[in-house]
C-alpha cells in the first residue's frame, strides 16, 4: 500500500511543532477527540513526578499533555533523534530516541521510543506512545529507588 501524502504530511508537522515547543499548535492537528495511550502499568499513570504519563481523550487533552511534559524538563537540555517515519495509508510509525532530564532530579535520560498515530481527514486520530519507561522512571525516582 503507498503512503498518502496527507498523512506524512500531518506527521512532520506534528513532530516539527513538537520540536518548537508549541502545544496550542500541537494540539490544532489532534482531532475533537483521539484514541491516545501509554505503555506505562496503569498504577503508574499520572503519579505526581511523571503526570503526563497518562491516557488522553481530546484536543485539549493533547496540549495539557505537552505542556506538562515541558514543565517537568529541563528546557535546553532535551533532544530527539528521529531515526524513521513509516506510513501506510492512514498510519504512521516514529521510531527514535529522546534525551531528556528531570527537572525534579537533575537526572538525564535517554529512552527510545516507537509512537503510532492514525491520520484521518488531516487530524491524528490515534496517539500510542511504546517507550523506555524504566529510563524515565528512573530518571524521576526519589528516595530508595533513586540512582
Do not use: C, Q
Not at 532535551?78 to 530516541?97: C, H, P, Q, S
Amino acid at each position: 500500500m503507498s503512503a498518502t501524502p496527507t498523512t506524512r504530511t500531518v506527521v512532520e508537522d506534528l513532530l516539527h511543532r513538537i520540536g518548537h515547543a508549541e502545544p496550542e499548535r500541537v494540539a490544532e492537528l489532534y482531532a475533537e477527540h483521539a484514541d491516545w495511550k501509554l505503555n506505562w502499568p496503569e498504577d503508574e499513570h499520572g503519579r505526581a513526578a511523571t503526570p503526563w504519563i497518562r491516557h488522553r481523550a481530546t484536543r485539549a487533552d493533547a496540549a495539557d499533555h505537552f505542556r506538562d511534559l515541558a514543565a517537568h524538563h529541563v528546557p535546553g537540555r532535551v533532544g530527539t533523534e528521529i531515526e524513521r517515519i513509516l506510513v501506510d495509508g492512514a498510519d504512521a510509525v516514529v521510531l527514535g530516541e529522546i534525551r531528556l532530564t528531570a527537572r525534579s532530579t537533575g537526572r538525564p535520560y535517554r529512552a527510545r521510543f516507537a509512537l503510532h498515530l492514525t491520520v484521518r481527514d488531516g487530524l491524528i486520530v490515534r496517539h500510542h506512545v511504546y517507550e523506555d519507561s524504566f529510563a524515565v522512571a528512573r530518571a524521576f525516582a526519589t528516595g530508595a529507588g533513586a540512582r
